[in-house]
């Protein structure tokens, strides 16, 4: 019966990475968080077998984290890692892969068991195709884009913690000597039932209060695309939905501004009901809401948003 080990730093990821493992049928689940992250009771209802707790999992660099995850895996003989999609752990895994001579696949949608080998499905060509991989070699590595999936409840079982304790100084080859914390704006998008999401048709910072103003109305969270984001720096990181970013699938998602590149829609084509806002009918976006306002955004916006007032609407 095959291993598994849960490397997450919230409890949101390790929520949902124990789904992918029930997934798999596995029943030796075992999960590497921060020793803050979670208590005994909570822990011990994920059906989980066994708990590393990591003093200093956030402060530690994955160059770091790689010695821990390795050690971990020789001993305990997990024939599967599973990590959230995010930077640090793309690196910390493809890292650890190199070193064990495994397979490392980043950004998998899902996982299942398909007569006895472990079959992965990721985007592919920039999210216009999705390939399924089938894993001849363990351990293997993967991160999973995080989706809101929820595990099932379960009896309250018996669990081991294992403290780690803080990795000693003199062994680190690279050291934190700073960490900022980003300040979070909004809730999570991946749990958001309203999405409203700003592109560059946008054609300055300021206009963006628009948007923000038609999301307070509608109860709804502030998302962007990539280029807002990375390119411009007018919304954070965390914000930016596709591909790249975040992958969310709420009740309404309104786009407004958005060409809806494949890389953009992979990450939102999950939503109940697209709407788009886009001046341009040529505009690939069209193709895939369920509503189309092909109109001048300044004018439309401005103009819902008079509206919304006028009736005290109000969707979420
Ligand atoms: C490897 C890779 C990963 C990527 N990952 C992501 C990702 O995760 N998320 C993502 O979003 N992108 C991603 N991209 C970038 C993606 O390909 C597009 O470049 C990006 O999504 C375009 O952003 P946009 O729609 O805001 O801008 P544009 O493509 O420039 O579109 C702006 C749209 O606004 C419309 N518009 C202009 N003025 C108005 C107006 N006044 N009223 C109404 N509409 C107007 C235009 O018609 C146009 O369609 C990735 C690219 C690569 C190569």
Known sequence: MMTVLILAGELDELLELRTVADQIGAQDVEALVPDALVDGDTLSSLGLKRVYLLEGFEETPPEELVKIVIDLVKKRGHGLVVGPSKKIYRELFARTAQNLSSPCLTDCTSLESVEGSLVAERPFLGGGYVER???KRLPALLTIQLMGRRPQTREKGSLEMVRLG????????LRRVAVEKVERRGADLAKARVVVSVGRGFKRREDLKMAEDLAQLLGAELA??????????????EKHVGLSGKWISPQLYIAIGISGQVQHM???RNSRIIVAVNN???APIHREADYSVPLDLYQFIPALIKVLRERGARVA
Request: glycine residues 6%.
């Open 133 to 135: 991989l089938a894993i």
């Open 166 to 173: 803080r990795l000693s100084t003199e062994d680190l080859r």
């Open 224 to 237: 962007c695309s990539r280029p807002i984001a990375s390119d411009l720096g007018w919304m954070p990181e």
């Open 266 to 268: 992979v990450g939102v």
């Open 280 to 282: 341009d009918t040529s």
